[in-house]
């Protein structure tokens, strides 16, 4: 597995990197999948991960990485399906943002639940729900302090759209993003940490 994770995450990555739209746009978006990617080799030996989160944790840095070479505002497959929903902009970088909640939902639970910091079920879901919610509002810091540092050169990394809503949804998606992952993962991640403390 680790072999197929790791061919899946380079040939994405380069493809990526290979004439991106906006290259500075490209070394922002691509950032935390390479700095994922670095904190998973440091921890694979002491604190190895369950299939399901490097499956997800995989997920997220190809749409990160897919989003950084085209620009959130300009994914091909999004602008085709804009007139079949009615949507007035490109919405891919709501999905990352669903996303965003998502998969930090469940390293969070999984970190949380094999180092025994929070042993109730529901302050668990609390605490999980709450520190992905921390989370993507420090992100929406971090991109209005790049667009304050770089001016109109982050126009794409910030992908508004002109939409004035964007930072308030874009929360919101991902506050939604880790409710859906406690409700539709916890039973089958359970199994997988079983299976992990047997190994």
Request: glycine letters at 6%; hydrophobic letters at 55%; one cysteine or more.
């Amino acid at each position: 597995m680790r072999t197929i994770w790791l061919t899946i995450f380079f040939l994405v990555f380069i493809w990526s990197g290979i004439e991106p739209k906006d290259y500075f746009t490209w070394s922002l978006e691509v950032a935390p999948a390479v700095i994922g990617l670095l904190i998973l080799i440091a921890t694979y030996k002491n604190f190895p991960l369950t299939p399901l989160l490097y499956t997800l944790i995989l997920l997220h840095c190809l749409i990160l990485m897919v989003g950084g070479h085209y620009t959130y505002a300009d994914v091909p497959f999004f602008e085709i399906i804009k007139p079949v929903f009615g949507f007035e902009r490109n919405n891919y970088d709501k999905l990352g943002h669903f996303v965003q909640g998502f998969v930090p939902a469940i390293i969070a639970r999984e970190i949380l639940i094999r180092k025994g910091i929070v042993a109730l079920p529901n302050w668990r879901n609390l605490f999980i729900v709450t520190v992905c919610l921390a989370f993507s509002a420090l992100y929406e810091l971090f991109e209005w302090l790049v667009a304050t540092l770089t001016g109109e050169s982050a126009e794409a990394f910030l992908g508004t759209q002109g939409y004035v809503w964007d930072t308030q949804t874009d929360m919101a998606l991902a506050l939604l993003g880790a409710v859906s992952a406690l409700i539709l993962l916890a039973k089958f991640h359970d199994k997988q940490l079983i299976d992990i403390k047997a190994v």
